[in-house]
């Protein structure tokens, strides 16, 4: 994937203004925006080697490739939207909820779950457990 398929200019971030102010937080809050912009060099430097990914109820991926697999299958996707509502982190653990909209009235409330490789502020990604529901019918009232 290239530069090409960043989205940053086209994507309104929308995040409390608490979470930007620890190192896990913000290593959070931009690799969320990363995966929404498709930024897979940020990606890259932010998740381990054998990374494992849940999206809960749907599929695991093991290792970068599966991830990087699976950015590619997101790339026709037009996010217009992330609201990011909440990031806590502590230890070797952190967790993120927000809710993501797409062009044509799609929109998902999730929740991500991490596991860090170490308790440093300069950790890695190693484990992401994604709860995922679409609210857009929700929107349609």
Excluded at 35 to 58: A, Q
């Amino acid at each position: 994937m290239s530069k090409d398929n960043i989205r940053n200019d086209q994507v309104k971030i929308i995040c409390a203004e608490d979470c930007g102010n620890a190192p896990k937080k913000e290593l959070l809050r931009s690799f969320n925006v990363a995966f929404v912009c498709n930024d897979v060099g940020f990606i890259t430097e932010t998740i381990t080697e054998n990374i494992k990914w849940n999206f809960i109820g749907n599929s695991v991926l093991q290792g970068k490739d599966e991830v990087f697999k699976m950015l590619e299958k997101l790339i026709h996707k037009k996010p217009t939207e992330l609201v990011v509502s909440n990031i806590i982190t502590h230890g070797y653990s952190g967790s993120l909820n927000g809710i993501l909209n797409l062009e044509n009235n799609i929109s998902y409330a999730f929740c991500n779950v991490y596991r860090f490789n170490s308790s440093l502020n300069n950790t890695k990604i190693k484990e992401v457990n994604s709860y995922i529901i679409d609210i857009s019918k929700l929107n349609e009232k």
